[in-house]
C-alpha cells in the first residue's frame, strides 16, 4: 500500500488532487476527497432496515437531521462481508453527482492520500481488476432507489 | 222456538228458592224466553225510536235557528255598513262639492231600505216596535243630509258642511246608533236565550239515552245469556242420549258373542269327556300290564291332561326299568371285582414279604450316609478357620487402600488450586483483550476525526479568500497529521499488546491444557483407585459369602445326619404296617368271597323281571369299582405292576 496514513505536509494540496482511502475486505476503496463530506462511526442499532429494497441497500440512518441511505461496499465489490455491531460510514456530499448524500459502509478509514502517490492505473476509467479501486457512481445499479416488491 | 216447561227439571224449581235474585232472574228468562225476547225487542224499538224522533226535532229547531241568527246577522251586518256608506258619502258631498257622492249616496238609499225591510220581518214585534223608536231620528238625519245636498246643488258648500257637522246631526246620529244597538243585543239575547234551550234539550235527550242504553244492555245480556245456556243443555242432552244408544248397542252385540261363546264351549266339553273316558281306559290296561312284571309297554302321549299322566308313568317306567338293568349290571361287576380283589390280596401279601426285605437295605444305607456326613462337617470345620484368615488379609488390605486414597484426595486439592489459578490468570487476559479493544476503538476514532479534519482544512483552503483561511486551514491540517501520526502510534502499539496478549494465551492455553491432563491423570488413577478399592469389597464379600456357605454346608449335614435318623425309624415303622397291611390283605380276601355269594344271588333275583332292551348305561370302571382305596394310592401301583421290584 503507498499512500496509507500520508501525513499532512508544508505542501498544501487542492481539494481535487485529495483522495480517501478505505479498507473493505482485501480491498482498497478509494474516494475523491471532494466527494466526501464527512467520515461518521455510527451503530447498527441505529440503522432502519428497508425490506422492500434491493439487499444491497443495506437501509437507512438519521445523522446530525440528515436521512442517509447506507449501502455496504462490501456487497458492491461482490465480496462476503459481515455487518459489525459499530460501522464505518463514509458520507458523500453533492458534488458526488448521482451518489450524493449517500453513505458508504467500510471496514475502516486509511487516510488520504494525493494524485502523484496513487498509481496512474486507478485513474483508469474500468480499473476494476487490482486490489485498489476508484469509487464510481456507475458501480452502483440505476435501479437501487427503486421497490423490488 | 219452543221451550216445554216440563223439561225442566222439578229439583230445579226447588232449589230457585235457595238461590240469589240473579240466578233467580236468569231462571225467569230461560222459562219465559220467548215473551222475554218479545217484551226486550219491543222495548228496545220503543226506546230507540222516542230517542230518535227526540233528536231530529232538537236537530231541525236548532238548525232553523242557527239559519234565522246567520240570516238576522248577515242583515245587521249590511245595514250598519249601508248607514256607514251613506254617512260617508253625505260627508264626502259636502266637503268636496262633488255631485258624483251624492249619485252614489242615492243609490244606495233603496238597498239601505230593503235590509231594513229584511231586518224587521226577521225580528219579533217586540223587537220591532224598539226599533220604531229610532225612525224620528233616521227621519231627521235624511233630512238633514237631503237639505245640505240641496245647499251644495247651491253652491252653498260652506252651510252644508255646517249643516252635515253641526250638532243636530251629531245629536239624532247618536240616537239612531243607541237605538239601533239596543235592537241589535236584544235579538242576540232572544237568539242566546233559544241556544239554552235547545242545549237543555238536548242534554235531557242524552240523559235518556244514556238511562236507557244499559238498561237495553242489561236486557240484552240476560237474553242472549240464557239463549246460550239453553243451547248449551240441549247440545249436552243429546251427545248424552246418543251415547246411551251406542252403548245399548255395544251390550246387545257384545250378548249375542256371549251366546255363541257358550254353545261352543259346550260342544267342546262334550267332546273333551268322551276322549278322557277313552284315555283312562288306555291307561287301566298299561298300569295292569306294569303290574304284571311287563316294563316294555308304553301309554299314549297326548297334548291333553291324560297325555301328561301317560307321559309321566312312561317316565316312571322307563326310569324303574333302567334302575333294575343297572341293579344287574352293578351285580354282575361286583361279582367280577371280588374276584380281582382277591387277587390283589395275594399280591399286597406278596409284596409285603419283599417289602420287608427292601426296608433292612434302606436301614443299612441310611448308617452310611451318617457317617459322610460326619465326614462333611470335619472337612467344613477346617475350611471355614482357612476363610477367617483370608478375611482378615482382606480387611488389612482396606485399610492401607484408604490411606492411599486420602493422598490422592490431597493431590486432587491442589490440582484445583491450580485450575482456579490459572482461571484468574484467563480472566485477566481477558481484561487486557477488552482494553485493546478500547484502545483500537480510540485509535480508529481519532484517525477518522483527523481524516474529517483534514477535510474540512482543505475545504477551507478552497477559499476564494485565501488570505483569510490560509492560516486556518493550514492549522487544521497540521492538527490532523498530528492526531493521525498519535492514532498511527497507537495503533502500533496496541499491535504489539495485542501480539503480547496472543503470547500469553497461548502459555496460559498451554498451562491450562497441562493442568487439565494432569487432572485427567489424576482422575484415572482415583478411577483405578476406585476399581481396586471395588475389587477388595467384592473379595471381601465372596469371602463373607463363602463363609456364610460354609456354615449352611455344616447346617445342611447335620441336618441330613438327622434326616438319616429320622428315615431309619420311619423304615422301621413301615416294616410294622407291612406286617399290618398283610393280615389286613387276609381279612379282605374272606370277605371278597363273601360279596361274591351275594351278588351271585342278588343277579338271580333280577332275571324273574322283563326288562327293556340295554342302552348305553354308564357304568364305573371295574378296577375303580372294585378298588378305590388302591387307586388313590400312587405308590402301591407299580408295585402292583411289577411285584418283583425292589429297592438298590
Known amino acids: 500500500m503507498i499512500a496509507t496514513q500520508t501525513p499532512p505536509t508544508a505542501k498544501q494540496t487542492i481539494l481535487a488532487d485529495r483522495f480517501i482511502l478505505t479498507e473493505v475486505e482485501r480491498f482498497t476503496l478509494v474516494f475523491p476527497a471532494v466527494w466526501v463530506a464527512q467520515i461518521v462511526r455510527i451503530d447498527r442499532f441505529q440503522i432502519l432496515d428497508l425490506p422492500f429494497y434491493a439487499p444491497l441497500l443495506t437501509g437507512i440512518v438519521h445523522h446530525n437531521g440528515q436521512i442517509i441511505p447506507l449501502i455496504v461496499a462490501a456487497r458492491l465489490l461482490k465480496v462476503k462481508n459481515a455487518i459489525k455491531e459499530r460501522l464505518v460510514v463514509v458520507k458523500l456530499n453533492d458534488s458526488a453527482g448521482s451518489i450524493a448524500n449517500i453513505g458508504l459502509v467500510v471496514d475502516r478509514a486509511i487516510g488520504s492520500s494525493t494524485r502523484p502517490d496513487l498509481p496512474p492505473d486507478l485513474f483508469a476509467a474500468t480499473s476494476t481488476g487490482s486490489q485498489m479501486m476508484m469509487m464510481r457512481p456507475d458501480l452502483i445499479p440505476s435501479d437501487l432507489w427503486q421497490p423490488q416488491r | ?648
Open chain 2, 1 to 648: 222456538m219452543s221451550i216445554n216447561q216440563s223439561a225442566i227439571p222439578a229439583h230445579k224449581e226447588q232449589n230457585n228458592r235457595s238461590r240469589n235474585p240473579l240466578q233467580q232472574v236468569k231462571d225467569l228468562v230461560r222459562t219465559n224466553l220467548v215473551s222475554t225476547i218479545t217484551v226486550t225487542v219491543a222495548g228496545s224499538l220503543l226506546l230507540t225510536g222516542v230517542s230518535a224522533w227526540n233528536i231530529w226535532s232538537i236537530y231541525n229547531s236548532f238548525q232553523s235557528t242557527v239559519t234565522k241568527q246567520f240570516e238576522l246577522q248577515k242583515t245587521s251586518d249590511q245595514l250598519i255598513y249601508q248607514d256607514e256608506f251613506l254617512t260617508m258619502s253625505a260627508q264626502m258631498l259636502v266637503s268636496t262639492g262633488n255631485l258624483d257622492w251624492e249619485t252614489r249616496y242615492n243609490q244606495m238609499v233603496p238597498k239601505a231600505d230593503a235590509s231594513l225591510k229584511k231586518f224587521l220581518a226577521g225580528i219579533t214585534a217586540e223587537q220591532r216596535a224598539a226599533a220604531s223608536k229610532t225612525d224620528g231620528a233616521a227621519a231627521k238625519l235624511f233630512e238633514l243630509q237631503t237639505k245640505s245636498f240641496k245647499l251644495v246643488e247651491q253652491g252653498k258648500q260652506k252651510e252644508a258642511s255646517q249643516t252635515l257637522m253641526g250638532a243636530e246631526y251629531a245629536a239624532q246620529k247618536k240616537i239612531f246608533g243607541d237605538g239601533n244597538g239596543a235592537v241589535l243585543a236584544q235579538v242576540d239575547r232572544s237568539i242566546q236565550a233559544e241556544l239554552g234551550n235547545y242545549q237543555q234539550q238536548l242534554l235531557i235527550s242524552i240523559v235518556f239515552a244514556g238511562v236507557t242504553l244499559p238498561i237495553l244492555l242489561g236486557s240484552w245480556t240476560f237474553v242472549l245469556a240464557a239463549v246460550r245456556d239453553y243451547i248449551r243443555d240441549r247440545l249436552a242432552a243429546q251427545i248424552e242420549i246418543e251415547q246411551s244408544q251406542q252403548n245399548l248397542l255395544n251390550l246387545n252385540q257384545a250378548l249375542e258373542v256371549e251366546s255363541q261363546n257358550h254353545r261352543e264351549q259346550e260342544k267342546i266339553v262334550r267332546e273333551e269327556r268322551d276322549t278322557l273316558q277313552q284315555d283312562i281306559s288306555e291307561l287301566l290296561d298299561v298300569v295292569s300290564n306294569i303290574e304284571a312284571g311287563d316294563f316294555t309297554v308304553s301309554a299314549n302321549v297326548n297334548n291333553r291332561a291324560t297325555g301328561l299322566i301317560g307321559d309321566v308313568l312312561n317316565r316312571l317306567v322307563e326310569e324303574l326299568g333302567l334302575l333294575l338293568s343297572q341293579v344287574s349290571i352293578e351285580a354282575q361287576q361286583v361279582a367280577a371285582n371280588s374276584h380281582l380283589q382277591d387277587k390283589i390280596a395275594a399280591t399286597v401279601a406278596r409284596s409285603s414279604g419283599e417289602q420287608t426285605e427292601s426296608v433292612n437295605q434302606v436301614l443299612a444305607l441310611t448308617q452310611t450316609v451318617r457317617q459322610s456326613a460326619n465326614d462333611a462337617a470335619t472337612q467344613l470345620a477346617a475350611t471355614d478357620r482357612s476363610l477367617g484368615s483370608l478375611q482378615t488379609a482382606v480387611t488389612d488390605g482396606e485399610l492401607k487402600i484408604g490411606s492411599l486414597d486420602r493422598g490422592i484426595d490431597v493431590l486432587q486439592q491442589g490440582s484445583d488450586r491450580i485450575v482456579q489459578q490459572m482461571k484468574a490468570l484467563g480472566e485477566f487476559v481477558g481484561l487486557s483483550d477488552r482494553f485493546v479493544d478500547d484502545q483500537t476503538e480510540i485509535a480508529t476514532q481519532t484517525q477518522i476525526l483527523a481524516l474529517n479534519a483534514s477535510l474540512v482544512a482543505a475545504r477551507a483552503a478552497e477559499q476564494r479568500d485565501p488570505r483569510q483561511f490560509e492560516a486556518v486551514a493550514r492549522e487544521f491540517e497540521s492538527i490532523a497529521g498530528q492526531v493521525s501520526q498519535l492514532a498511527q502510534q497507537t495503533n502500533e502499539g496496541l499491535a504489539s499488546l495485542e501480539q503480547r496478549n496472543s503470547q500469553i494465551h497461548r502459555v496460559v492455553s498451554d498451562v491450562d491444557g497441562e493442568v487439565q491432563r494432569l487432572g485427567s491423570l489424576v482422575n484415572s488413577f482415583t478411577l483405578g483407585v476406585k476399581q481396586t478399592r471395588e475389587v477388595f469389597a467384592t473379595v471381601q464379600s465372596v469371602t463373607g459369602q463363602v463363609v456364610k456357605a460354609g456354615e449352611v454346608v455344616s447346617q445342611t449335614s447335620q441336618t441330613i445326619i438327622n434326616s438319616a435318623d429320622s428315615t431309619a425309624r420311619s423304615i422301621a415303622a413301615i416294616a410294622t404296617l407291612s406286617a399290618q397291611i398283610d393280615a389286613q390283605s387276609q381279612t379282605a380276601r374272606s370277605i371278597s368271597t363273601q360279596m361274591n355269594e351275594l351278588s351271585a344271588g342278588l343277579i338271580s333275583n333280577i332275571q324273574v323281571f322283563k326288562l327293556p332292551a340295554q342302552k348305553s348305561i354308564v357304568s364305573l370302571p371295574m378296577i375303580a369299582v372294585a378298588t378305590p382305596e388302591l387307586l388313590s394310592m400312587p405308590d402301591l401301583e407299580p408295585i402292583l405292576a411289577e411285584p418283583s421290584h425292589q429297592f438298590n
